[in-house]
């Protein structure tokens, strides 16, 4: 079973940067694309960013483009999502979230994590 965990949110001013990290276990990462979706409570998830299964390809929502960018380390299983430039409309829960192809659709995934909270003061 795949298990996905979150960490790096908190709290921030407009301007300032986060890191936050997804840790993949339960089987092969590299067979695995990795998303991220943030979500506001009582609103749809929507997609943020996505990397392919060897990294070679990465895609991006067009409101965090050139502001955002993931990567991935296979060596150590975990999907990152540098966060600059951050603006109070970024706040919301962050997800990662897995499955063998990328797609920018809630209902392509089936594993998620727990989520972390980003909250961008002004």
């Known amino acids: 079973q795949v298990q996905l965990v979150e960490t790096g949110g908190g709290l921030v001013q407009a301007g300032d940067s986060l890191r936050l990290s997804c840790v993949f276990s339960?089987?092969?990462?590299?067979?695995?694309?990795m998303t991220w979706f943030r979500q506001v409570p009582g609103e749809l998830r929507e997609f943020v960013a996505g990397i392919s299964r060897d990294g070679g390809s990465t895609g991006y929502a067009n409101s965090v483009k050139g502001r955002f960018t993931v990567s991935r380390d296979n060596a150590k299983n975990t999907v990152i999502l540098q966060m600059d430039s951050l603006k109070p409309e970024d706040t919301d829960v962050y997800y990662c979230?897995?499955?063998?192809?990328?797609?920018?659709?809630?209902?392509?995934?089936?594993?998620w994590g727990q989520g972390t909270q980003v909250t961008v003061s002004s």
């Open positions: 339960g089987r092969s990462f590299s067979s695995y694309a």
């Open positions: 979230a897995t499955a063998p192809y990328t797609g920018t659709l809630t209902g392509d995934y089936k594993y």
